[in-house]
């Protein structure tokens, strides 16, 4: 494949590419959370631990302009919010679910120390 450009960068290979929308430490905990249905804020905030505030925030917005996820707002008093995956969003469980299967290969080979 010939070297591309997107968003004023140059791109070498298709998984460069693949790994700006899903890489990261959070982008695939999210997406793995809304693997089954629509999520509101705080659902995703319980459901991914560790994850701060402003990185939830921030990592949304990015899956968002990447058009991996769709954010739904419900005009009532309070408001709602909700997050959907895309089709987009819904394709990356092909690659989501090879990584995983390859993590857990490497988990069985490897000696772990806890």
Known sequence: MENFIYDKRIYYHP??????????TWKIPILLALRNGPQRYGEL????????????VT?????????????SV???????????????????????????????YMINITEVIS
């Open 15 to 24: 998984i460069e590419f693949a790994m700006v929308h899903i890489g990261g």
């Open 45 to 56: 905030k319980t459901t991914i631990s560790h994850i701060t505030d402003k990185m939830l």
């Open 59 to 71: 990592q949304l917005r990015e899956l968002e302009k990447k058009k991996m996820i769709y954010r």
């Open 74 to 104: 419900y005009r009532q008093k309070p408001p709602k919010v909700t997050y959907t995956l895309t089709v987009h969003g819904k394709q990356a469980f092909a690659a989501i679910d090879a990584l995983t299967m390859f993590g857990n």
